[in-house]
């Protein structure tokens, strides 16, 4: 049934406030656009930026309505760089906007952060024996555990000096990502190379504790799926893997740190960061963001690439559709993703990330341009 959605837009810093102004173009297209397609936009500062600023990381109000209020989240990056030219920190040591990032993860319950790597036609990859049809995987990051558990610190003291990071992993958390990894799965097509339904449980379970429950729960869960292939990876092994043999992959779930690191490496296999998108899910909320941050490298000057930002954004109308049964919504993911397609494969408008390879000669547009063209697209 189509409703009424309340989105909460949190541009954060650096590129991030960039790509999620384009995602807003687009959004405000549809809107306008999509007949039945009715939205609530209610965009929020955060982050490291407006810590400076104000000593806090958002304001009350915008905590508020993303947790209580947003029927979902669409979330930039965070991560400023203070006058000092360090990144900026909370008192207790944290990333300022740490709360946005993290905080939403942990109290929302964001379980599942899903990182779908597919390489797009017209996308460079820096593998060059590979290409669209070799890579199409998803990475399944554990999301609320790991060594993202808030349970750490650092011990200072006359004769010792050291920090500490426990990494929980629960039978609760193991369980629910391997069934969320198993159904995924069945929503797919398999993997390249095969066209066989696989999940590739990504660990360290040869040395520590944490990953030996992780991989055994993962095995029972497994058990219930029957046509799926249970496979099974060290994390060091994996990185080598993937670039290897990526076709091989369909779906891949890892405990939290892992899952960060693999799916950098998955982005790069994809055409980088740039290109990037992923959602945070729970069982009611979702925050859907670009994998990349606030990029301060390239911030300002018209380079990040916003495609991240606007395929996380179909995401998120992908997964409204299916919450609230909503056609209108998947339509609208489709639309968007279809569009985002058309550019890429077309070639001609590109920021400079993806002007690499075949795509070298082609001369980089800036990051709104990009969107003018997806934007056409869709009209088209
Ligand atoms: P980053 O993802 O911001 O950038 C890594 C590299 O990729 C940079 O060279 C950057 O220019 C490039 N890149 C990233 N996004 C791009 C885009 N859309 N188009 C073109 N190029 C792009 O990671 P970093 O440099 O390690 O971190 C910068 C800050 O962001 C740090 O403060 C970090 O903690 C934070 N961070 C935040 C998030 C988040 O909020 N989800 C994620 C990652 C990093
Ligand atoms: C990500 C980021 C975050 C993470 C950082 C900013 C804390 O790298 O979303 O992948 O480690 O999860
Ligand atoms: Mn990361």
């Known amino acids: 049934m189509a409703r009424k959605y309340k989105i909460a837009l949190l541009p954060g810093d650096g590129i991030g406030r960039e790509v999620i102004s384009e995602a807003r173009r687009v959004l405000d297209e549809v809107i306008t656009w999509i007949d039945g397609l009715e939205m ?5 500062d955060c982050g490291g930026e407006y810590f400076l600023r104000t000593n806090r990381e958002w304001s009350e109000e915008a905590e508020d309505f993303t947790k209580t209020e947003a029927d979902a989240v669409l979330f930039g990056g965070i991560g400023a760089i203070g006058p000092d030219g360090k990144t900026v920190r909370r008192p207790d040591g944290n ?7 993290i905080g939403l993860r942990h109290e929302l319950d964001l379980y599942a952060n899903v990182r779908p790597v597919k390489l797009f036609e017209g996308v460079p990859t820096p593998l060059v024996s590979k290409g669209p049809k070799d890579i199409d995987m998803v990475v399944v990051r554990e999301n609320t555990e790991g060594l993202y558990y808030p349970a750490r610190g650092r ?21 629910r990502i391997a069934r969320y990894a198993f159904d995924l799965a ?5 993997a390249p190379v095969d066209g066989r339904r696989r999940v590739t ?17 993962f095995t029972r869960v497994g058990e219930e799926y029957k046509e799926t292939s249970k496979d099974y990876a060290y994390v060091d092994a994996w990185t080598l893997l993937a670039i290897r043999k990526p076709e091989y992959y369909d779906v891949v779930v890892a405990p939290n740190e892992f899952g960060d690191i693999i ?28 994998v990349h941050g606030s990029a301060p490298d390239i911030a300002g000057t018209g380079k990040a690439n916003p495609i991240a930002a606007i395929l996380s954004m179909a995401m998120m109308f992908e997964w409204l559709g299916k919450n609230h049964d909503d ?12 569009s985002v397609e058309l550019v890429l494969h077309e070639g001609r ?3 400079p990330d993806l002007c690499l390879g075949e795509w070298s000669g082609v001369v980089p547009s800036t990051t709104q341009q990009v969107t003018d063209e997806v934007i056409r697209k869709m009209k088209g």
């Open 40 to 44: 609530e936009i209610h965009e929020f």
């Open 327 to 338: 056609a209108v919504s998947i339509r609208t993911a489709e639309k968007i993703r279809n």
């Open 95 to 101: 990333l300022a906007g740490y709360s946005v990032v």
């Open 201 to 217: 449980c990504v660990d360290k379970s040869n040395l520590l504790a944490g990953c030996q429950l992780f991989r055994e729960t």
């Open 186 to 190: 069945m929503t797919r097509n398999g």
């Open 349 to 351: 408008i590109r920021t």
């Open 155 to 175: 011990v200072k003291e006359s004769d010792r000096d050291f920090a500490y990071d426990l990494r929980i992993i629960t039978t609760r958390g193991s369980e």
């Open 263 to 290: 799916s950098d490496l998955g982005a790069a296999l994809q055409g980088g960061l740039g290109v990037a998108p992923s959602g945070n899910i729970g069982v009611k909320h979702a925050v859907f963001e670009p």
